[in-house]
């Protein structure tokens, strides 16, 4: 069955850094479009970035110069490094896969900024 699952969350100060990475299995990684949501408690889940199987990349106004998404098709992973966090950068971050009318979800990973 298709599995995502993310890792690398925790508590960051405001102004530091996290590397998420998100672990495919079950699809053929390459042909999927992969992105990173996030959902802050009594919120919406939001877009923060795609990539597409070519690697063109898309980001939400509010991360963009700070969130860089990457993707290795070797090792079927996709990452968000985050730099320069700010408190409203807090909350559970999901991997997602999108090909055509498929998508699939992660079980998310928390985010916390705090000093």
């Known amino acids: 069955q298709v599995q995502l699952v993310e890792s690398g969350g925790g508590l960051v100060q405001p102004g530091g850094s996290l590397r998420l990475s998100c672990a495919a299995s079950g699809i053929t990684f390459s042909m999927y479009t992969m992105g990173w949501y996030r959902q802050a408690p009594g919120s919406q889940r939001d877009l923060v970035a795609t990539?597409?199987?070519?690697?063109?990349?898309n980001y939400a106004d509010s991360v963009k110069g700070r969130f860089t998404i990457s993707r290795d098709n070797a090792k079927n992973t996709v990452y968000l490094q985050i730099n320069s966090l700010k408190p409203e950068d807090a909350a559970v971050y999901y991997c997602?896969?999108?090909?055509?009318?498929?998508?699939?979800w992660g079980q998310g990973t928390q985010v916390t900024v705090s000093s």
């Open positions: 997602n896969a999108k090909y055509i009318h498929l998508s699939y």
């Open positions: 990539i597409t199987t070519y690697g063109t990349t």
